[in-house]
């Protein structure tokens, strides 16, 4: 069964950073296209940055040039790096395959507040 660990999020005020993380078990991972999606409540689930096996990446308008994503691929591993964050920013973080995606984990609290 596969197994999704999102971990490093926070409390931090705007204009801070903060590095996500995802540790993948239970599959082949380096042949699949990984992503980052958040969710803010009341809304739904949106994909904000996926990156290929080979490494090339997209990114969601709203984080294009604060955000990197970038993959490990020896150890399991899909990372969030984000920089000036905003208070929109604020939502839970997840990682997950783009498609066909794995059952989903617990994500990241991710709050960006002064």
């Known amino acids: 069964q596969v197994q999704l660990v999102e971990s490093g999020g926070g409390l931090v005020q705007p204009g801070g950073s903060l590095r996500l993380s995802c540790a993948v078990s239970?599959?082949?991972?380096?042949?699949?296209?990984m992503g980052w999606y958040r969710q803010a409540p009341g809304k739904q689930r949106d994909l904000v940055a996926h990156i290929y096996s080979g490494g090339n990446t997209n990114y969601a308008d709203s984080v294009k040039g604060r955000f990197t994503i970038s993959r490990d691929n020896a150890r399991n591993t899909v990372y969030l790096q984000m920089n000036s964050l905003k208070p929109e920013d604020t939502a839970i973080y997840y990682c997950?395959?783009?498609?066909?995606?794995w059952g989903w984990g617990q994500g990241t609290q991710v709050t960006v507040s002064s």
């Open positions: 997950n395959r783009i498609h066909n995606p």
């Open positions: 239970g599959s082949i991972f380096s042949i699949y296209v």
